[in-house]
């Protein structure tokens, strides 16, 4: 019988765990500092999933560790050492660490400052020993993670198959208006989109986190361009399968041309431009054209522009990306 959980497994961030706890201990020893196990357990709370949210934490830590210190050494001076004087101590440590970001702080601080409170007397010594327990530890963290894996050729995929995904949904887009059952499988095509562009800016956030410099963040900025684009491209899509195409055809053949120009010039590098004054055309267009006669062709002509206006949007999202991303080139 298998008495281990059916998902149990060690992972990559335990095993580091396991070595940054390890380590701590044996070189707080080899320091011959006190309480060398407690260096053991602020690794473990230490070790992130990320560089840089080990990072954050570890500073953190440190920051609030000097808080904790001054603090306490205040109290258990002034009014000595006892288990209702700690008790303040926390009354007061524990929001004052909330209320300045550092939630991460408060177990492993809390714990060093109770060898404050069992020492018979508070010593610079005492106080060193504390805080190269927690630098240790708080170092040993940040080594362990420092090799991360590296995902930016399977973000540069995946931003290729983006690419490819949205051409062909705005080329396939003119031709299922008149299909019921295309339209359905069509919807769920975008919300496959939908998805694969959420699961890419998970990774792309980790990817991001760790690493340090200004192209860190390059393709988490590009997917949430994206995201941002599909919802769009969703809602673009629902209002058109509303429309039927037995009125305003002339306006709904000068929109299948827009999608398909879209879907042929649609690529990351592609400033959107030429597609800004293609959408503005087909405005004129739109503007130029006979009033709606019919309360039908009325509803649909509203419903075209309402999608003309959102096509402004998509592709002014896509203008700002590529004018941010040349003002980061340029820095």
């Known amino acids: 019988m298998n008495i281990l959980p059916k998902d149990f497994k060690i992972g990559a961030r335990t095993v580091k765990t396991v070595i940054a706890a390890s380590l701590a201990i044996i070189i707080a020893n080899l320091f011959h ?9 602020i690794a473990i709370l230490s070790v992130g999933n990320t560089k840089k949210s080990t990072f ?9 560790f000097l808080a904790a210190m001054v603090l306490s050494v205040i109290l258990f001076s ?44 508070i ?16 170092s040993l963290a940040f080594i ?6 590296n995902f930016q050729a399977e973000l540069s995929e995946r931003e290729k198959r983006v690419e490819h995904h949205f051409r062909d949904l705005f080329k396939r887009l003119s031709f299922i208006m008149a299909k019921q059952t295309e339209q359905v499988h069509f919807l769920h095509k975008v919300e496959d989109l939908e998805l694969y562009i959420s699961d890419s800016l998970v990774l792309a956030r980790t990817h991001m986190d760790n690493r340090f410099g200004d192209g860190a963040g390059a393709s988490y900025d590009y997917f949430a361009m994206r995201a941002t684009q599909v ?7 629902e209002i058109l399968l509303q429309i039927e195409v037995t009125v305003q055809k002339e306006q709904l053949t000068a929109l299948a041309q827009l999608f398909k120009a879209i879907g042929k010039n649609y690529a990351k590098e592609n400033d959107g431009q030429a597609l800004m004054q293609q959408v ?17 062709e009325f509803e649909a002509r509203a419903r075209l522009f309402q999608i003309l206006q959102l096509i402004q949007t998509f592709v002014q999202i896509k203008r700002d990306y590529m004018h941010l991303s040349q003002e980061r080139q340029q820095k």
């Open 144 to 149: 362990v993670n420092i090799k991360m894996p």
């Open 280 to 296: 503005e055309e087909t405005l004129d267009t739109y503007r130029a054209s006979d009033l709606p006669k019919t309360r039908e």
């Open 33 to 41: 500092l006190q309480y060398a196990t407690a260096a053991g357990v």
């Open 78 to 121: 002034i009014l000595g050492h006892s288990v209702w004087v700690f008790g303040v101590f926390l009354l007061i440590f524990i929001p004052y660490s909330a209320a300045c970001g550092m939630s991460e702080g408060i177990a492993p601080n809390a714990v060093l400052v109770t060898h404050l409170l069992i020492a018979p007397q």
């Open 123 to 138: 010593t610079p010594q005492l106080l060193f020993n504390e805080f190269l327990l927690n630098f240790i530890a708080i």
């Open 231 to 237: 919802e769009i491209f969703r809602e673009i899509t």
């Open 56 to 64: 954050k934490s570890g500073k953190n830590r440190l920051l609030n």
